[in-house]
């Protein structure tokens, strides 16, 4: 709980900043990705499925976010439901068709097998990368992001390659 405190204060702060700077890129954007959690103590732990996002520009720096997806274990048959929402904090360079971020952000887990589940919860960071194919930072997007954080004892990278529709 204090971890969640602690980061929801930040994204205030975050949040509050950033107004200042300039507004044109605000907008929603909705998306989908194929999602692959790599465990770094487990080989037989890693995980692979979809997972679907909605976020908003906030500015050319900030951006809010929630994200859900669903795996599978790739070894034996159970399930990994991951929950995430925090903050991108990055920059598109002056240019119409690329930004790059860090990531910042609370993932909750799920590991679920025929009806025994258990649940972790930490804070995650990661990088990301955002294509505008199109060029402008509205439309159709290709994004590739990668999340770390500590679940179980151990841990673990989330992969997140997809698409994205910003309005």
């Given at each position: 709980?204090?971890?969640?405190?602690?980061?929801?204060?930040?994204?205030?702060?975050?949040?509050?900043a950033c107004f200042a700077q300039a507004q044109d890129n605000r907008g929603f954007y909705?998306?989908?990705?194929?999602?692959?959690?790599?465990?770094?103590?487990?080989?037989?732990?890693?995980?692979?499925?979809?997972?679907?996002?909605?976020?908003?520009?906030?500015?050319?720096?900030?951006?809010?976010?929630?994200?859900?997806?669903?795996?599978?274990?790739?070894?034996?048959?159970?399930?990994?439901?991951?929950?995430?929402?925090?903050?991108?904090?990055?920059?598109?360079?002056?240019t119409e068709w690329f930004r790059l971020y860090t990531k910042i952000g609370y993932i909750?887990?799920?590991?679920?097998?025929?009806?025994?589940?258990?649940?972790?919860s930490d804070t995650a960071l990661g990088i990301g990368v955002r294509f505008s194919p199109?060029?402008?930072?509205?439309?159709?997007?290709?994004?590739?992001?990668?999340?770390?954080?500590?679940?179980?004892?151990?841990?673990?990278?989330?992969?997140?390659?997809?698409?994205?529709?910003?309005?």
């Amino acid at each position: 709980m204090k971890k969640m405190l602690h980061m929801l204060a930040a994204l205030i702060v975050l949040t509050a900043a950033c107004f200042a700077q300039a507004q044109d890129n605000r907008g929603f954007y909705l998306g989908a990705a194929y999602v692959v959690t790599i465990n770094d103590d487990c080989s037989f732990c890693d995980t692979s499925g979809i997972g679907f996002e909605a976020g908003y520009d906030i500015n050319n720096l900030l951006s809010v976010e929630v994200r859900k997806a669903e795996n599978e274990y790739d070894d034996f048959s159970a399930d990994l439901s991951l929950t995430y929402f925090g903050i991108n904090v990055g920059h598109n360079f002056n240019t119409e068709w690329f930004r790059l971020y860090t990531k910042i952000g609370y993932i909750d887990a799920e590991a679920s097998e025929d009806g025994y589940s258990e649940s972790d919860s930490d804070t995650a960071l990661g990088i990301g990368v955002r294509f505008s194919p199109q060029g402008g930072q509205k439309g159709l997007q290709l994004k590739v992001e990668t999340l770390r954080s500590e679940l179980w004892g151990s841990y673990d990278t989330t992969v997140y390659a997809g698409v994205a529709y910003k309005f």
